[in-house]
């Protein structure tokens, strides 16, 4: 079976266009909450509950071209589960970033109050609540991107198609 795994040859340093997707998805996850109220506790134990095919359809959310907003997403017409999908793959990276390390934890909080949390804060508050210059805020704001979108494609995608291969190779 050919691999089909977006994550391959995936620079980020130097792709402003892979920077931009990334915050895209990142802002994405602040309105596609509202709309979404539970949340689980695992993806594996929601992949467990949902067809297999629905999380094949949830990975190229991640694949399509978000140039101008969450009407991208829109347009692919996702069911609820495929949404609530999305965002415990989103909270699951946020998490390991959380882990990161040297200053995972910083950058991890960054994200949550620049797009996770349900009240939108500004770029100056966010540096005033994690006590540092807004030109660091700056810097780690880009870096703390980077490292998000680097565990997402990297390492969490990466993961989710493991397990759909494996999936794959057992039903035969």
């Known amino acids: 079976m050919k691999n089909t795994s977006i994550t391959n040859n995936i620079t980020f340093e130097n792709n402003k266009k892979l920077k931009n997707k990334i915050e895209k998805l990142l802002i994405a996850y602040r309105k596609i909450d509202f709309y979404i109220s539970d949340r689980l506790e695992s993806i594996v134990e929601y992949l467990n509950q949902v067809d297999l095919n629905n999380v094949k359809n949830i990975i190229?959310?991640?694949?399509?071209?978000?140039?101008d907003d969450i009407d991208d997403i829109k347009k692919e017409q996702f069911k609820n589960n495929n949404y609530t999908l999305y965002l415990k793959i989103m909270d699951v990276t946020l998490a390991k970033l959380d882990k990161y390390p040297d200053k995972g934890k910083v950058y991890a909080e960054?994200?949550?109050l620049k797009y996770f949390e349900k009240e939108k804060h500004c770029n100056e508050r966010i540096s005033e609540i994690i006590c540092v210059s807004r030109s660091t805020y700056y810097r780690y704001l880009k870096?703390?991107?980077?490292?998000?979108?680097?565990?997402?494609?990297n390492y969490i995608i990466p993961e989710i198609e493991s397990m759909l291969q494996e999936n794959e190779v057992d039903k035969n």
């Open 60 to 67: 190229i959310i991640f694949n399509i071209d978000l140039e």
């Open 110 to 112: 960054i994200i949550r």
């Open 143 to 153: 870096q703390a991107n980077i490292a998000f979108g680097e565990i997402l494609f």
